[in-house]
């Protein structure tokens, strides 16, 4: 059974949507065992962390970057850092901004520079760019056209009841379940024994 823990910041409730998007297509994999981290509870959850096969980061894109809160929850991992306690566990992110782009794409690259320095295991989106033709449309899956990881969009005035919707939630949940499957796979090789070169 694979572990997975999603923790993520959201200051106006659009990145949770989108944080619960995650966890039903992680959930949907048979035996993950699914856990949703709101990041202000980060404290109260590094055992769940710890013992995470993959962990799943996601944070509103404010100015280009991950919000300060969800910033100050990844220094906290400096101590776990020093020990590589995250190394060799499964990552992947996840991002929300107002703008089609509004620099998502930087999000996603801080993130996973992140999970690089910590020595995880990055899985990105795995999907095709979504209307990316004459024939494609806002409703295909991926239509933000990101790779690294899920992207989405909410417009700035509008609620989380509305906002993000559609497409960028199943971009979200197929994420979710793409990590989920690569930790599955990734637990039942861990008895592999990696030689030494
Ligand atoms: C301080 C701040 C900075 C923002 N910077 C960006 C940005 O760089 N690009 C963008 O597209 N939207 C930006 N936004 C809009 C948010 O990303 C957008 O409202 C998002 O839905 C917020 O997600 P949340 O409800 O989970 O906090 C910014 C919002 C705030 C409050």
Known sequence: MAKIAIVYHSGYGHTA??????????????????????????????????????????????????SAQFKAFLDATAARWMEGRWANKVASGFTNSAGMSGDKLS???????????????????????????SEGSP???????????????????VGPEVAPAGSDLRTAEYLGRRVSEAAARWVTGQSYETVSI
């Not at 996603?108 to 990316?132: E, K, S």
């Not at 409703?139 to 005035?157: H, K, P, V």
Request: no cysteine.
């Open 17 to 66: 949507v989108q944080a619960e998007a995650v966890r039903q297509g992680a959930s949907a994999v048979a035996g993950a065992d699914v856990t949703l981290i709101p990041v202000e509870d980060y404290e109260k959850n590094w055992d769940v962390l710890d013992a995470a096969d993959a962990i799943i980061f996601g944070t509103p894109t404010y100015f280009a970057s991950g």
């Open 107 to 133: 999000t996603l690259q801080q993130i996973n520079l992140f999970a690089m320095q910590h020595g995880m295991i990055w899985v990105g989106l795995g999907l095709p760019p979504g209307n990316h033709s």
């Open 139 to 157: 409703e295909d899956l991926n239509r933000l056209a990101g790779f690294i990881g899920a992207m989405s969009q909410a417009n700035a005035d």
